[in-house]
Each structure stands twice: as C-alpha cells, then as structure tokens.
C-alpha cells in the first residue's frame, strides 16, 4: 500500500487546525521532523530571478539549486507551489517525472502557510514563470493555523499591528515600508559618521526629568529603592559629552518615551536622532538638516519628491524660513508681536478660537495658536524659526530679539520633523531658565522641566557653542514610505492590553458575547453564531479617481444594504468594547471587506452573479451622485443597461458565496 493509499484510509478533520494536527501526526509517522534544525539553501527567490532573467520561455536548465520559503498558493493538488522567502517569489513544480511516488506523496501533508524547502534544476515554463523543476521536497515547519485567504488579505487593522508577524506574511507592502525604515535609519546613521560625529548611548533611566516638555513614564528600581523617569529626549546627557570633549559630534539613535496621547502621527515611545556639533549654531544645522534629508530621501526612495495624500512633496534645498509669529500673522492677520503681557495675547487668542491654559505665558499662546491655525497647511518642507523664549528653556537667546531663541522647527506635511537650536550655553541664564520652568510646574504645567543642578554644574566649566538637533525618525519614516499612520513604520506600535470582550474558543474560534444588555434569547442565539460563515464585502469601481465620490458610493451602498436587510437577516446587533475600551452600540460584528473592480462591466458581472445566487445586495450609480432626486431618476430612466456606470456595490451573505463570485477581484487600498 502506498503512503497516499494509507493517508486516504483516515479522512482529515474539517477543522482547519485539527486537519492540520492530522498531517503533523501523519509526518512523525512517516519519520519526517517537521520542524528540522536547518536546510542547505543555495539561492533566495530574487537570486534566480535575476540570475535567470534572460532564460527564455519553455527552457529548462540542469543548474541545481535549493530554494526554501513559505507556501503561499498550492495549485493542482500541490503540483505548483508559490514559495516566498523574504527576498521574493518563485514557483516549485512538482511532477512525476523528476520526484518518486514517495516526495509526491508528502505534498498532500501540505499546506498553505507551511514552511518548505526543495531541491531541485531551473527552468522557466511555457508561459513565463521562472520554476524550480523538484526532484526533493523538505518539511521545514509545519504551520498549524491557516493564514487569512490570500485576495482578501489581513483586513483587520488591529489584527495587523498585534499580530504583526501575520501582516509581514500576508502584505508585502508591510514588509517593504519596513524595510524602507530600516534603510532610513542606516543612511542617517553614516551621513552623521561621515561628518566626523560618534554614536554614543546615553541612559533610559533619569533621576531627573529634562531635555523636552513632555509628560513622562515613572517606574521604580528596587535594589536602590528610588523612582526613576524613562527619558523624554537625550539632550543633556549629550551635551554633557560635549563638554567633556569626547568629540566636536556626538548623536545617539534611540527610543524616547512620552507619556501622552496616541494618534496617527503619536506613538507613545518613538525613535529620534538627537545630536550635537561643537562651533556651529542653527543656522549650519539647518543647512546640514536640508542636506541629509535630501540625501536620504534619494538613497531610499531615488528621489527628492514623495506622494503624500494628493501632494507632491519636494525634498530639494533650500526650503523656506519664516518665523513662529510671522507665520501666525500670515494666517490669523494678528501680529503678537504687538502684545506685551500673556494676558493681551490670551485675549486674542480666544477671539481666534484658541483657548491657552490658565498658566501660560506670552509665548506658549504664539505656539497654541500655531499649532491650531497654522501647522497643518506646512505641506512643503518650511523651517519655522525664532520661536518664542517660553516654549525654549535650553536655546539660546536670538541675537536680534530678546523674546524669541534661535531655534527652528521643520514641517513637511503639516508635521514636526526635526527641532533644533543654538544651544544655551551660559549657566546663569540656564540657572534662571531652570527656575522659570519649576514655577510653572508648581502652578499646575505637569509637562514643564526640572531644575537640573548638575547640568548647570557641567556648563560652569564651559560648553562651546553648539548647535544641537532631534530629528523624527518614525515620521521621517512616514515620509518617505508614503505611509499616514505611525503604527505602519514601527514594528511594534504600542496598543491598550487586549481585554477581549468576546471569549474564543481556539478550536471552534466562535464568538461569545460579554454585552450585558443583549436581550436573552438575542444573547443565546448570538453565542452559537460562526462570524466566518457570513460577510459584508462591497466592491468599488477602480476607475472612479474622485476619492469623495467614492466613499459617498460606499457609504450609500452599505446602508441602503442594512436598512433593507436588517428586517429579515439577523446581523446580531449588539452592544460592544473594542480593544482599546471604546464602547460601540448596536452595530454589526461582521467584518467589511472592500475590494475592487476594474471598471463597471466588472461590477455589474458580479451584481448578476449575486442575484441569480440570491445573495443580499444594493448598488450605486454614477447618476445617484448628482444629489437630486427627480434629476437622479429621469437620469437612470433614460440610460440603457450598458450606459449604466456602477461605482459601488454592496453584497450581505454566505462567505463561500461571496468568495466565489468575487474572486477575480483584489482588496482595495
């Protein structure tokens, strides 16, 4: 009896990860490990992709080689497999003319998600696919959970960011803005290195907190029984260095932490470059910021220009240099430099819509009133410079105005991406800096910085001039990946401790409803309910490039969809706490999954498939965004079946269903 004889004498589980176990146990039968210590390979998939570039179609070769990757598509019963190591993609064909009934007959231990390897000569089929001809195929790891289904992609974004490693395996995009951020962080870290600066690491616990106005982390060491801050920027302890002499440069590449809010530009630990160059001021910092980020943005990207949103963002020297208050006056047409007291310019900020805290001074209601008001329309890479003494406890002062520091900021974006000064060097006025920032804490600023004697100790033995930075990696890494969420650039982004308001069973991965106020029987039905079986998908027209247009579509769509459906398909509507402890009421649990089409015909197609399988669904027509009703329906009315333009479609029912007449389609970005 053959091995595929005998695996056929005990059919596999339908559960997913209990067929799986099968197939484990069926491999230690066999003598496989299916989780060896390593394998010989010879090439990663983009090798021989340009190794054997010019091979030409339907040629093969006799170069061994091993290639090992995951499995990502099995196709014919294994005969294709799609293999994708971290460097690409290439096909492993196996057949009977090169394997034994044996190595064939592992194939059907396989399956999507496993780790493999083969062995085998190269050859490039007929129609184009460059393939590994197998003559051995490996079990490398058996992966016990499938992966989501390939064209649907991971579509939960919270999903994406927890299970990180899941994201990596199915979205190359992912993969790649990682990669980027990897890059990034090496050319900032030789540019600094070919200026003559040394790395250095400066501590993560200080028993002081300085260096920036932030909130901060506290935790406590035992062994020394005292509390201790985790730093909200390494300014002092570097410019410590820098009197010391260690070097004319020095710059530390490293996490911050700040304890404050998260957003889509806010993680609450971040990675920065903070440095600091003897003899020089803000303005040859500037001149030396311009430069790397030109410099990086060529080496990673090939470019001085960069896509974000619907601008085009352009890295070229020099970028514009106005000051805080000019700026605020450009915009608001009130110029604070007319105020002399925090009091005059309060006032002025209310008649904006700007309203300060009850203890801030002259110049942290310039910066409030920036931040509202003129921040978000920086877009091209600006330098705001002379920024208020307030806001600036460790620059020094400018040269021309007695109010204001040399210091600037870059925007690009609408986003803060590097914040630099001339550095205070003179202990007295540093002294009484200190001491203007502990008033302030005691009046209620939690954020304001501690008198650090030992730092003004250091500068009573002198500190050069010196012009110091701190540059946004993270964001910096948004930038040039084109990504609009700082979670996407940072492996692992910091999220609430999941408490789940469902309990999972692993094996049947059913859901249970904790919502307390689910009426009885809603709440019994709700726990037997299998959230894999049924979907919402909506399918948007690829060639409609009005962006507003189309979420109108979609937003159409989905509720016509629910307001017809919902008195006779029970979506379960109930009550629940998302991850981050935000209650959500009486909304579905199904997830959306949007995907899209190349043009009409392609949604009408699946339209007429979704009827004639009695599958829910509602549309929307290019002539429903005209927005009057009589004009709408005189508009459809006089257009022919094939003048009819579908810009979205909406579709409610069995999961298999859905995934039959859609999957021709791919996930929608």
Not at 610 to 619: C, E, N, P, S
Request: glycine share 6%; net charge negative; charged share 30%.
């Amino acid at each position: 009896m053959t091995h595929a004889e005998k695996t056929k004498e005990a059919p596999l589980s339908t559960n997913p990860r209990e067929a799986r176990e099968q197939k484990l146990v069926e491999l230690r039968k066999r003598g496989i490990d299916p989780y060896p210590h390593n394998f010989p390979r010879s090439h990663q998939a983009k090798e021989l992709q340009d190794k054997y570039a010019s091979l030409e179609n339907g040629v093969e070769t006799q170069d061994e080689v091993a290639v090992a990757g995951r499995i990502m598509a099995m196709r014919n019963n294994g005969m294709f497999l799609d293999l994708t190591d971290a460097s690409g993609k290439i096909q492993v064909f196996c057949h009977k003319d090169t394997m034994s009934e044996e190595e064939l007959s592992k194939l059907e231990l396989f399956d999507i998600g496993d780790i493999v390897g083969a062995k085998g000569t190269i050859r490039r089929t007929p129609r184009g696919e460059l393939s590994v001809r197998t003559k051995e195929i490996f079990m490398l790891t058996k992966s016990m959970l499938p992966l989501p289904e390939k064209y649907h992609g991971l579509t939960d974004v919270e999903a994406r960011y927890r299970q990180r490693y899941l994201d990596l395996i199915m979205n190359e995009e992912s993969r790649e803005t990682l990669r980027k951020r990897s890059k990034i962080v090496s050319c900032i870290r030789r540019y600094m290195e070919d200026l003559g600066a040394i790395e250095v690491e400066t501590p993560i616990f200080h028993p002081i907190l300085g260096g920036a106005n932030a909130r901060p982390f506290v935790t406590h060491h035992n062994a020394l029984d005292a509390d201790f801050y985790l730093r909200i920027a390494t300014e002092l302890p570097l410019k410590r260095l820098i009197v010391g002499g260690l070097n004319d440069a020095v710059f530390e590449i490293g996490r911050i932490f700040r304890n404050e809010g998260i957003s889509i530009k806010h993680n609450p630990e971040f990675t920065s470059i903070e440095g600091y160059h003897a003899y020089k001021d803000y303005n040859d910092i500037m001149e030396m910021m311009e430069d790397l980020i030109r410099k990086t943005a060529m080496a990673v990207n090939g470019s001085m220009k960069v896509m974000m949103g619907e601008n085009e963002i352009d890295f070229e020297p020099p970028f514009a240099r106005k000051s805080m208050v000019d700026l605020v006056k450009e915009h608001t047409g009130v110029d604070f430099m007319a105020f002399e007291t925090a009091d005059e310019a309060r006032v002025a900020a209310k008649k904006l819509g700007v309203h300060p805290t009850e203890f801030a001074q002259w110049g942290d209601i310039v910066a409030a009133v920036f931040d509202e008001k003129v921040e978000h329309t920086l877009i091209q890479p600006t330098h705001v410079i002379d920024t208020p003494m307030d806001i600036s406890p460790l620059a020094k002062v400018h040269r021309t105005n007695p109010r204001l520091v040399e210091r600037f900021e870059t925007y690009i974006n609408g986003w803060e991406i590097v914040n630099a000064f001339s550095e205070l060097n003179d202990p007295k006025i540093q002294l009484a800096r200190f001491q203007e920032q502990v008033a302030q804490k005691e009046k209620g600023d939690d954020e304001a910085q501690m008198l650090d004697d030992d730092f003004v100790t250091a500068l009573e033995y002198g500190m050069p001039p010196t012009g110091g930075y701190g540059l946004g990696i993270d964001r910096f890494a948004m930038l040039l990946t084109g990504s609009h969420n700082i979670r996407d650039v940072i492996a692992f982004p910091t999220l609430k401790p999941k408490k789940d308001p469902f309990e999972c069973s692993s094996k049947s991965r059913h859901f249970v409803s904790t919502t307390s106020n689910v009426p009885e029987q809603e709440a019994a039905d709700y726990k037997s309910v299998d959230e894999t079986k049924r979907r919402f998908v909506i399918v948007v027209n690829e060639k409609e490039d009005n962006v507003g247009k189309l979420m109108n579509a979609i937003g159409h769509s989905m509720a016509g969809l629910v307001g017809r459906a919902a008195s006779n398909e029970n979506f379960y509507f109930v009550d629940y706490v998302d991850g981050d402890g935000a209650l959500h009421p009486s909304i579905s649990h199904y997830p959306v999954i949007a995907l899209k089409a190349k043009n009409s015909n392609a949604i009408k197609k699946v339209r007429e498939e979704a009827q004639a399988k009695g599958i829910a669904f509602t549309d929307f027509l290019k002539t429903m965004s005209i927005g009057k009703t009589a004009e709408q329906l005189e508009a459809t009315k006089n257009s022919k079946g094939d003048e009819i333009e579908y810009m979205g479609l909406a579709l409610f029912g069995d999961t298999d269903k859905i995934r039959e007449i859609t999957k021709k389609l791919s996930l929608y970005n």
